[in-house]
């Protein structure tokens, strides 16, 4: 079977998308959810251009991926100076990656325009760069930006960009559709020109902006590229980049070339609603194989027939990219990936066991509302626990208040005052914060520490709030997803109401009583 490379570049392409912005914890949390999932290269992000970028990848290198490489991009040197004295490729070889992807100009308009510099002096910088960086120890991909267009306008000059990448040591040369104009036939005719010239693996990076992406990848791959770049959920710059979850789906399910396994193929669904939340994105319902609505029926003639036979209405079984069907009439939900959650938790819950129905129901109770444990785990597990009667409470909240205090020409403060009963014993604290919801937290922790003293080895490291109905304007719900860590884990959990105190109030609840639970197993 030919094997399919994917690259993903979620955290450098995909990061430059219209209201995304990664914390360098964002960037490792999404990168390890790639490794599990099975893509061999994961694009960090560009180190020579901020440090948000270099942090991650020195965090990075203390970490072991199980099956993807992480890869570091850059840029060809500037023109007239030395790649051994460029400061970008200094930062590159200090990241640590150990495979470099450089970009560089094959397009006649931009290095005349942009870069202003002669055609002969980007081949020596293309040449000096990659050659550099391989004398490092590094292996180099080369990335030919606005290949499509710089081959309708020069295709011998563009060839010979592409040539002395190749030349020079380049393990892989990516052609990219950086403006994301070009049609699909013409993809397929340059590729099929370019793939005899080429003896090392060629890739293809396709933006959206004819809405063409993911059919240009594929288009790419079926006349012959073995590496496809792309994002999860086509995130993206303008119109966004290729959509890696529909090209996965697309290459294993329709063309049968193997990319990730049949097993890994499952969490497609899990890994796009994963990179939503943390790019604190809306999911797309419509989302080609995973969105809600991609297996949902709603015409009283199209359930009736799917009843019968789902081949029908549905071009394949939602089961093997992790998503379900639904009735949109009945609500039927698949047990299974309770089933495969609660495994993973250790706990034991059957198919024919009365208590999965009652889960599930729960479960999509809860989604209906506005929750999503994807990104949740935390919560997920609390949830779980609670309802299987695995849980003793920590404690009990009697009630809190929060008081907001602004007077003219003086700094806003907020305090917040909280009565719980813990193992029987009354409490009732206060404490001040920046903003409501620390003060929440402070006055939360306070009350507990007495008793608990390990809370004071765990804080939160990120707050997100989601609006989930923008119609609604102020009325509307929000979601809050909080990340906390201690000194071994981090975990997250979530929160759903009108009121944002009252979200980030459960949200804030489930982490300090994970903490609670994770350090009494660990006990035990
Ligand atoms: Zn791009």
């Not at 914390?23 to 061999?40: N, P, V, Y």
């Not at 000194?487 to 609670?516: F, H, P, R």
Request: hydrophobic share 40%; proline share 2%.
């Amino acid at each position: 079977m030919v094997k399919i490379e994917l690259y993903d570049t979620t955290l450098r392409d995909g990061s430059q998308g219209e209201g995304i912005s990664y914390s360098a914890t964002d960037k490792i949390r999404i990168a390890q959810e790639l490794d599990k999932i099975g893509m061999h290269y994961i694009e960090g992000g560009w180190p020579g251009s901020n440090p948000k970028d270099m942090e991650f990848y020195l965090k990075m290198a203390k970490k072991s991926l199980k099956s993807s490489q992480l890869v570091a991009f850059g840029s060809t040197r500037r023109p007239n100076s030395r790649a051994s004295e460029d400061n970008n490729l200094k930062a590159l070889i200090k990241s640590q990656a150990k495979i470099v992807t450089i970009f560089g100009k094959t397009w006649d308009l931009h290095i005349k325009d942009v870069l202003k510099t002669t055609l002969d002096q980007n081949l020596e910088m293309i040449k000096d760069t990659v050659s550099f960086l391989i004398s490092t120890g590094i292996s180099v991909f080369y990335d030919a930006e606005h290949f499509f267009d710089a081959y309708n306008a020069n295709p011998q000059y563009s060839l010979k960009c592409v040539l002395t990448a190749q030349e020079a040591g380049a393990k892989a040369i990516i052609l990219c559709d950086t403006n994301g104009g070009t049609l699909t036939s013409e993809v397929s005719r340059v590729v099929r020109e370019i793939r005899p010239r080429i003896d090392v693996i060629l890739g293809i990076h396709c933006h959206n902006d004819a809405g063409l992406a993911v059919a240009n990848s594929i288009a790419a791959v079926q006349a012959g590229c073995a590496m496809v770049q792309g994002t999860i959920n086509g995130y993206g710059e303008r119109c966004g980049n290729a959509d890696l979850i529909p090209i996965i789906a697309n290459l294993k399910i329709k063309l049968g070339l193997d990319c990730i396994s049949d097993e890994k193929l499952k969490d497609l669904t899990h890994v796009s609603y994963f990179v939503s939340e943390i790019s604190n994105m809306k999911e797309r319902n419509d989302q080609p194989y995973v969105g809600q609505s991609a297996f949902a029926h709603k015409g009283g003639v199209h359930i009736n027939a799917v009843m019968k036979n789902p081949k029908t209405y549905e071009h394949i079984d939602p089961v093997l990219v992790g998503n379900y069907r639904r009735m949109l009439v009945s609500e039927l939900a698949g047990k299974t990936g309770i089933l495969i959650r609660a495994k993973d938790l250790s706990l034991d819950l059957s198919k024919e066991d009365p208590k999965t129905k009652k889960i599930l129901n729960l479960i999509q109770n809860l989604e209906h509302q506005g929750y999503h444990f994807e990104a949740a785990e935390a919560s997920f597990e609390l949830l779980m626990k609670k309802a299987l009667k695995k849980y003793k409470k920590f404690f009990e909240l009697e009630g809190f208040r929060v008081v907001i205090e602004k007077h003219s020409d003086k700094k806003i403060t907020s305090e917040a005052i909280i009565k719980l009963k813990v193992k029987g014993i009354k409490e009732h604290t206060a404490a001040e914060g920046d903003g409501p919801i620390n003060a929440l937290d402070n006055a939360l922790r306070k009350a507990l520490k007495d008793f608990y003293p390990t809370l004071s080895k765990m804080h939160l490291s990120d707050f997100k709030v989601k609006i989930l109905d923008e119609k609604a304007g102020t009325a509307a719900k929000v979601r809050v997803l909080i990340q906390s860590q201690d000194e071994s884990d981090a975990w997250s959990t979530i929160g759903v109401s009108e009121n944002i105190i009252e979200a980030s109030w459960q949200a804030l609840v489930d982490s300090v009583e994970y903490k609670l639970l994770k350090d009494k197993v660990n006990e035990a």
